[in-house]
C-alpha cells in the first residue's frame, strides 16, 4: 500500500514562493517516477510536472516551466515542488502521484489527498 501526504500549501499574494512536499509511505518512491497534478473546481486535473525514479530528468506544463522546479530526496521518501513567481492562475488543489514505472510515462496510479495553494492579487 502506497500513501502520499503533501503538505506545504498556504495563501501568498502573487510574486511570492512556495514548496510543497510530498512524503511517500508504505512502498517507496524510490525506483519510480513522482509528478504533480492540479486542479481547480472549473478544470479537470492538469499536469505540472514530473521526475524520473532517480531525479536524472524532469518535465514541465508550459505554464510553469522556468518557475517551477520539481526534485527529489530518495532518502526521506520525499519529492517537493518550488514555486517561484506565483500568479493567481497558479490557485489550484495541488496533488502529488506516482507512477509505476522509473519515467513517467503512462498515468500515475497513487494520489494523495491534495493540498490547497491560493495566491492573492
Known amino acids: 500500500q502506497v500513501q502520499l501526504v503533501e503538505s506545504g500549501g498556504g495563501l501568498v499574494q502573487a510574486g511570492e514562493s512556495l514548496r510543497l512536499s510530498c512524503a511517500a509511505s508504505g512502498r517507496t518512491f524510490a525506483g519510480y517516477a513522482v509528478g504533480w497534478f492540479r486542479q481547480t473546481p472549473s478544470k479537470e486535473r492538469a499536469f505540472v510536472a514530473a521526475i524520473t525514479w532517480d531525479g536524472s530528468m524532469t518535465n514541465y506544463a508550459d505554464s510553469v516551466n522556468g518557475r517551477f522546479a520539481i526534485s527529489r530526496d530518495n532518502a526521506k521518501n520525499t519529492v517537493y515542488l518550488q514555486m517561484n513567481y506565483l500568479t493567481p492562475e497558479d490557485t489550484a488543489v495541488y496533488y502529488c502521484?506516482?507512477?509505476?514505472?522509473?519515467?513517467?510515462?503512462?498515468?500515475?496510479?497513487?494520489w494523495g489527498q491534495g493540498t490547497q495553494v491560493t495566491v492573492s492579487s
Open positions: 502521484a506516482r507512477y509505476l514505472t522509473l519515467y513517467y510515462n503512462g498515468d500515475p496510479v497513487y
